[in-house]
C-alpha cells in the first residue's frame, strides 16, 4: 500500500518559516519526480516545485528565491523548505509522487500565514 504522510504545517507570521517534510512507504521512492502542490481556499490546485530523481528542482515563479525543495532517498522523505512566508502563501500543501503514468498524492498538510 503506497502512502505519502506529510507534516510540518502549522500557523507562522508573515517573513516566517517552516519545513515540510513528505515520508513515502509502498514505491521505490528514489525514481520518482516529487512534487509539492498547494490550494488555497476557492483556488485550483498549483504547483508549487519539483524535484526529479536525479535531482533538479522546478519551482513556481511566486515561491523561486523563497522556497527550497530536496530529497532524502533514504529515508525516502521530501522536504520543502519555506522562507519569508506571505499571506498567499495559506493554503494545504500536498506531497505528490510521480512516475510516468504513475501518481500518488498526500492527505496534505495545512499551512496559515496570519499575525
Known amino acids: 500500500q503506497v502512502q505519502l504522510v506529510e507534516s510540518g504545517g502549522g500557523l507562522v507570521q508573515p517573513g516566517g518559516s517552516l519545513r515540510l517534510s513528505c515520508t513515502a512507504s509502498?514505491?521505490?521512492?528514489?525514481?520518482?519526480?516529487m512534487g509539492w502542490y498547494r490550494q488555497a481556499p476557492g483556488k485550483q490546485r498549483e504547483l508549487v516545485a519539483t524535484i526529479t530523481a536525479g535531482g533538479t528542482t522546478n519551482y513556481a515563479d511566486s515561491v523561486q528565491g523563497r522556497f527550497t525543495i530536496s530529497r532524502d532517498n533514504a529515508k525516502k522523505t521530501v522536504y520543502l523548505q519555506m522562507n519569508s512566508l506571505k499571506p498567499e502563501d495559506t493554503a494545504v500543501y500536498y506531497c505528490n509522487a510521480r512516475m510516468r503514468t504513475i501518481e500518488y498524492w498526500g492527505q496534505g498538510t495545512q499551512v496559515t500565514v496570519s499575525s
Open positions: 509502498g514505491i521505490s521512492f528514489s525514481i520518482y519526480v
